[in-house]
């Protein structure tokens, strides 16, 4: 897993730690050892850490004119032990939307597992972003199963395009047109 770096190739359109509204400003990354690590597998210095023992994360992108952030998450989601999705929205999510961000794109293709506790803090989650949405992109069809089997897709878009997209080869704003787009088709 340590060869597993966060997505760079938009590090030219954002960097989360140059960003004086993001959660990580000012992060300084250590780029001679590796300091985090999920169970007994070392994780590339460039991930963020929010908290968590098994889940961490980079924001890859935000856009505070459109309301969007592009987040991509790599470990173990572990809401019955660890509670990560607490952490993750009292320590993540409360601030950007506290900056305007109301529309969520969850990147998990490195999300190995998920373990669900309750839905509480998805459904305060969800109802806070009002007008807005989370949709989460590429995440493992064993990961999505757990999710849906706990109802907490009812919170999180899961399905269709969004399961393969293939969001390297674009640009930010075109993901995030890609991903409204679907996510209109289904209200309509």
């Known amino acids: 897993m340590h060869e597993i770096e966060p997505y760079y190739r938009w590090r030219d359109d954002y960097v989360a730690a140059e960003d004086e509204r993001s959660p990580f400003y000012e992060t ?12 007994n597998y070392l994780l590339h210095p460039q991930w963020d850490s929010f908290g968590s ?22 470990g173990e989601w572990n809401d019955a032990i660890d509670n ?9 999510i409360e601030v950007m939307i506290g900056e305007g961000i109301t529309k969520f794109i969850l990147i998990g293709e ?5 373990h669900s506790s309750d839905d509480c803090y998805y459904e305060e989650w969800f109802q ?10 590429n ?6 199963d757990e999710f849906k ?11 269709g395009v969004l399961d393969d997209l293939g969001w390297r080869a674009l640009k ?13 088709k289904r209200l309509n």
């Open 28 to 39: 300084e990354y250590n780029e001679f050892e590796f300091d985090k690590q999920v169970y």
């Open 139 to 144: 995440f493992r069809d064993h990961v999505i």
């Open 128 to 137: 806070e972003v009002e007008d807005g949405w989370i949709a989460g992109i």
């Open 84 to 92: 990560d999705i607490m952490l993750l929205k009292r320590e993540i």
């Open 110 to 114: 490195n999300i190995l597992n998920f």
């Open 172 to 184: 930010p704003l075109q993901v995030y047109k890609l991903v409204e787009e679907q996510l209109i």
């Open 149 to 159: 089997h706990n109802n907490i897709d009812y919170y999180i878009n899961f399905g």
């Open 53 to 74: 023992s098994t889940l961490y994360l980079k924001v890859l992108y935000a856009d505070y004119d459109r309301n969007y952030s592009i987040i991509e998450l790599i």
